[in-house]
């Protein structure tokens, strides 16, 4: 077993999936995903968190929890949320990843 350091403190992924069809399920994409996942990258990069080994946000496929979401989890913590709109990404970020407490109102 290692005992090295993740590479990123924070990895986020946004669940991006966008399905199609009157009859499907929910999907993120159809959410406001889009909007949250830019938002969360530009404030990352705003507090200059978006360097290596601090905070990357990323795009994903279909996360699979396409009921409680929209969805983003984050890495290495395992941690899922879900939001409404930016001000619930903010809470993760300033909860999250700059005070290191779980978002409970927002878990998963």
């Not at 399920?25 to 830019?38: F, N, P, Y």
């Not at 360097?51 to 279909?62: D, F, S, W």
């Not at 979401?69 to 970020?93: K, L, R």
Request: with cysteine.
């Amino acid at each position: 077993m290692s005992d090295t350091k993740p590479y990123y403190e924070h990895h986020v992924f946004f669940c991006m999936n966008e399905r199609d069809g009157e009859n499907c399920r929910q999907s993120c994409g159809k959410s406001g995903a889009e909007i949250a996942q830019k938002h969360a990258k530009k404030r990352i990069k705003k507090l200059g968190l978006n360097e290596p080994g601090k905070v990357r946000i990323n795009q994903a496929g279909c996360l699979e929890r396409c009921e409680e979401g929209p969805v983003i989890v984050i890495y290495p913590q395992g941690t899922w949320y879900t939001y409404v709109d930016t001000s619930d990404i903010d809470d993760i970020i300033d909860t999250h990843i700059l005070g290191g407490q779980i978002v409970e109102r927002l878990k998963i």
